[in-house]
């Protein structure tokens, strides 16, 4: 953990609130505590957290709403908490940008074991590069913007990526010239047993790839090591 890492808890819940703000400080983290969006900006605007834990249920603007909202307004991660059986609320906050999710209820040590791998997680880029100054990262011509997630091809046009087309190509960008298996990927993208995205994970790698209008049958950007996973062969500058 960086020293002194901040947090931002934004539940409608004053117990809940005031447990994590507990749990989290007797850890060694600033945390800030939010009862809805209107709060949540406020406490923003305050002192800009480096990762924020959001509530699905939330009078005014809901979760769903405050993660896009977020991730159109910059990079900060987050971490969604869902009722057990929310299924589809989950996917489509990780299509929004969310970076990981926890259900509830919950044990505060899982809570923790999350946001200390997603914090590991988003600031997994090349060595000496701080990660709060890198705004988009250049590769084989193309541009993808961190902050808007807009993908850009040599020829400038802008091509859409789904939420988990960022996450797998912004893993790559962070992990250049490295083989990554299947689960590694995972792990870097979800913090989890994925379930369903294992077993989607070369279907999303398809994708990706026609997205960087790879040939399939011989891509350069995005290659496959056979009997290990992948590599991101293309050389990776990151801009400030």
Request: aromatic residues 6%; contains cysteine; neutral net charge.
């Amino acid at each position: 953990m960086a020293k002194h890492d901040h947090i931002l808890l934004v539940d409608d819940d004053a117990e809940t609130r005031s447990l994590l703000r507990e749990y989290f400080q007797k850890y060694g983290y600033r945390v800030s505590v939010a009862a809805e969006g209107k709060a949540m900006w406020a406490a923003m605007s305050a002192a800009r957290p480096d990762l924020v834990v959001l509530d699905l249920m939330l009078p005014g603007d809901d979760g769903l709403t405050l993660c896009r909202d977020l991730r159109a307004r910059g990079s900060v991660p987050v971490i969604m908490l869902t009722a057990r059986g929310e299924e589809m609320d989950r996917i489509v906050g990780l299509e929004l940008g969310a970076d990981d999710y926890v259900a509830k209820p919950f044990n505060p040590r899982e809570l923790l074991a999350r946001v200390k791998s997603v914090l590991r997680r988003t600031r997994s880029l090349p060595e000496n590069l701080d990660p709060e100054r890198v705004s988009a990262f250049r590769f084989a011509g193309w541009t993808l913007d961190v902050a808007t997630r807009d993908l850009t091809s040599p020829d400038g046009v802008v091509v859409p990526l789904s939420g988990t087309e960022f996450r797998l190509l912004r893993t790559f960008l962070a992990h250049p010239n490295r083989v990554l298996t299947r689960e590694q990927l995972l792990d870097l993208m979800l913090s989890r047993d994925a379930g369903p995205f294992d077993r989607a994970i070369d279907v999303q790698m398809s994708r990706l790839r026609h997205r960087l209008r790879e040939d399939a049958r011989e891509p350069e950007i995005i290659k496959t090591v056979r009997g290990q996973g992948y590599v991101f062969a293309a050389r990776v500058e990151a801009v400030s």
